[in-house]
């Protein structure tokens, strides 16, 4: 039954016969001995990469992507590219999970992490939003200069001529020194046609008043009509053009 042999004893047995640990070759294994068709041989413990099949005492190969498993349907290491979670490999770990490059497992995010790449570092928040690496309830009172986007979750900063904002980069709430005047949502370098500044704040101007100082009736330049000692008239007097 040999096929390659020494004067006593073989290495390799001939078709339907089996390599015993004392280099023999017989038609089965002896009790306790597990059977492993892939290189039939008999065997006290299967090999890596197989798992024994306790009921018929024969080895079985893993199946890909698993490397090592107890089973056919229970990993415990998996091939490259692939990450264990809960005994399967998988190409890419599941939400509220991060793949573990060094163990090759998928390994729990932790805190308000939907998904991340490390334990702490969050690629998106499962509650709150994404600044950094970091989950936050406000983004506005978190940071100077950012706001909440619903859209996405995240932290976005504000348009340069807001301090801060709501909403959209150019709903502004606060004002910076460079633009220091809020009005509809938006900051000035002055206060606009048809308001005047008092107190940091712009004010709307007494219609018909384009622009106005000090006070809302003021008038420095009129929408219609004509200016006349700080208000708008509908006729010069008399001495004037």
């Known amino acids: 039954m040999c096929v390659v ?43 890596s990469r ?54 090759k497992t998928c390994e729990m995010c932790v805190g308000r992490c939907l998904t991340c790449i490390s334990p702490t570092a969050c690629l998106s928040c499962s509650v709150g939003f994404l600044t950094g690496h970091q989950c ?26 807001c301090q801060n904002c709501s909403d959209s980069p150019t709903n502004c709430t606060a004002c910076p020194a460079t633009h220091p005047y809020l009005i509809n949502s938006t900051c000035y370098t002055n206060c606009p046609l048809y308001t005047y500044s008092s107190a940091g704040m712009c004010l709307s101007c007494s219609y018909p008043c384009l622009t106005c100082s000090s006070n809302s009736s003021n008038c420095t330049a009129c929408i219609y009509n004509y200016l006349y000692n700080y208000d708008c008239i509908s006729n010069c007097p008399d001495g004037f053009y």
Do not use: H, R, W
Request: proline share 5%.
């Open 50 to 103: 197989t798992y024994p099949v306790s009921s018929s005492l024969i080895c079985v190969d893993c199946s890909a992507p698993c490397y090592t498993c107890t089973s056919n349907i229970s990993c415990l290491s998996c091939l490259g590219g692939f990450y264990l979670y809960n005994s399967s490999c998988l190409a890419a770990c599941p939400t509220y999970y991060y793949a573990n490059n060094i163990s």
């Open 136 to 161: 936050v309830d406000n983004c506005t009172t978190f940071a100077v200069g950012m706001y909440s986007d619903i859209p996405t979750l995240m932290c976005q900063m504000c348009s340069g001529n």
């Open 5 to 47: 042999c020494t004067t006593t004893t073989c290495s390799k047995c001939s078709l339907a016969t089996l390599l015993t640990q004392e280099d023999t070759c017989v038609f089965a294994c002896s009790n306790s001995y597990y059977t492993y068709a892939a290189n039939s041989s008999c065997l006290p413990v299967c090999p």
